[in-house]
């Protein structure tokens, strides 16, 4: 259990280092387990659906930065909720080349928040994993 533990203190340290995730995150397990938790699978799924809506809007001949800006804007303050902070730098990149409507500037930026999510998502996985093994073992968050 130790073990577990130390590795789930390490990961989530390590994780902060990285400013992947802030102090938010641990924030919401001060609410309860469930509460983080509930919250955390809201994010994945609002979170999935801004980026298919942001990559469809982008493909379009005519693009309209005013809603690609609301989509972003939108993604950004749901991974603040959750602490996602390299998540939300990006999207706040993002609705800058939104508002000067460039739409290369978009394109890349919206890659960078792709591999942004893709990474934040990685690591609440590894977390969620290691949470299970504690509870699993008789522990608890």
């Known amino acids: 259990m130790q ?14 280092r990285e400013k992947i995730l802030n102090e938010v995150f641990d924030q919401l397990y001060e609410e309860g387990y469930d509460f983080a938790s509930e919250t955390i699978t809201l994010f994945h799924s609002e979170a999935e659906k801004s980026l298919t809506e942001l990559t469809a809007r982008l493909d379009q001949e005519i693009v309209n ?4 800006e609301v989509v972003i804007n939108r ?12 998540l939300a730098d990006a999207c706040l990149t993002m609705a800058t080349y939104c508002d000067a409507s460039n739409k290369q500037g978009c394109v890349v930026s919206l890659n960078h928040v792709k591999e942004e ?10 977390i969620r994993k ?12």
Do not use: T
């Open 65 to 68: 930065f005013h809603m690609l």
């Open 130 to 141: 290691l949470e299970n093994e504690i509870i699993a073992a008789g522990g608890s968050i």
């Open 117 to 126: 999510y893709q990474l934040l998502m990685s690591k609440i996985e590894s």
């Open 75 to 86: 993604l950004k303050g749901s991974g603040l909720i959750i602490g996602a902070a390299r």
């Open 3 to 16: 073990e577990l533990k130390r590795s789930f203190a390490d990961l989530k340290y390590s994780i902060a």
